[in-house]
C-alpha cells in the first residue's frame, strides 16, 4: 500500500504497538499525524486526509492489517486506532425490489440539482420515504 512507509512511522513515534488494546483505543490527532509524517515529500505520504482514508480493508496500510487494527474516525481532527474488523461484509439482498411512491403531489424541483449523498437523504424524507420505512410517522428532520 502506498501509505503504508507513514503509517509505520506514525506507529513507530508514538509506540502503538506497545499499547494494550485490549484495555482502550489508542487515540491519534490530526496534528499528531503531520508531525510524525512531515519530513515525506509526497502527498499522499503526509496529507492526513489521504492517509486515514480506509474505506475498504484493501484501503488499509500493511501495519493495520498485519495487527489486526482499525481506524476509526472520532470527530474532525481525532481518531482511534482499534483492534478488530471494522468493516462489514453487506449481504446479498435476494428480495424483489420494492419500487417506492413518492408521498409528494408535486415535483421537488431540488432533487434535480446535484447527486450527493445528502441530497438523496433529504428528498428520501421528503418524499416520506424514511418514515414509511420505519413505520414511525413522527420522525422529523433536525440538523445536519
Not at 2 to 30: C, E
Not at 53 to 75: A, C, T
Not at 80 to 96: A, H, L, S, T, V
Amino acid at each position: 500500500m502506498a501509505n503504508s512507509k507513514s503509517w509505520k512511522k506514525i506507529f513507530d513515534d508514538y509506540k502503538v504497538l506497545d499499547h494494550d488494546f485490549g484495555k482502550s483505543p489508542f487515540p491519534l490527532s490530526a496534528t499528531q499525524i503531520k508531525r510524525a509524517c512531515q519530513k515525506f515529500k509526497e502527498t499522499g505520504e503526509k496529507e492526513v486526509r489521504i492517509l486515514c482514508k480506509q474505506d475498504s480493508r484493501e484501503d488499509r496500510p500493511d501495519i493495520f492489517i498485519k495487527h489486526g487494527l482499525f481506524l476509526l474516525p472520532v470527530k474532525n481532527g481525532y481518531y482511534n486506532i482499534i483492534k478488530g474488523e471494522g468493516y462489514i461484509d453487506i449481504p446479498e439482498i435476494k428480495k424483489e425490489i420494492a419500487v417506492y411512491a413518492s408521498k409528494l403531489d408535486f415535483q421537488l424541483d431540488t432533487t434535480k440539482i446535484g447527486d450527493s449523498e445528502m441530497q438523496h437523504l433529504d428528498y428520501a424524507y421528503a418524499a416520506s420515504l424514511i418514515r414509511t420505512f420505519m413505520d414511525d410517522l413522527s420522525l422529523v428532520l433536525t440538523i445536519q
